[in-house]
């Protein structure tokens, strides 16, 4: 288990393997809880890892 408690969006990026658009809109959208940081947002590693699981499963070719 990671020692992460939160991410910066730059951070976010890397360790979902999803893009800045992505994560911002589901931001945006609710889908994805955030918090600020003076001007920075953070995303709590559980929130993050939450997200990504919910995200549609690939379906088989």
Request: aromatic share 4%.
């Given at each position: 288990m990671?020692?992460?408690?939160a991410y910066?969006?730059?951070d976010a990026v890397k360790a979902?393997?999803?893009t800045r658009t992505n994560i911002f809109n589901?931001?945006?959208e609710g889908?994805?809880?955030?918090?600020k940081d003076g001007r920075r947002t953070i995303i709590m590693a559980d929130d993050l890892r939450n997200w990504?699981?919910?995200l549609p499963m690939r379906r088989a070719a």
């Amino acid at each position: 288990m990671s020692d992460v408690i939160a991410y910066h969006i730059k951070d976010a990026v890397k360790a979902s393997g999803s893009t800045r658009t992505n994560i911002f809109n589901a931001i945006r959208e609710g889908k994805l809880p955030a918090r600020k940081d003076g001007r920075r947002t953070i995303i709590m590693a559980d929130d993050l890892r939450n997200w990504v699981s919910s995200l549609p499963m690939r379906r088989a070719a």
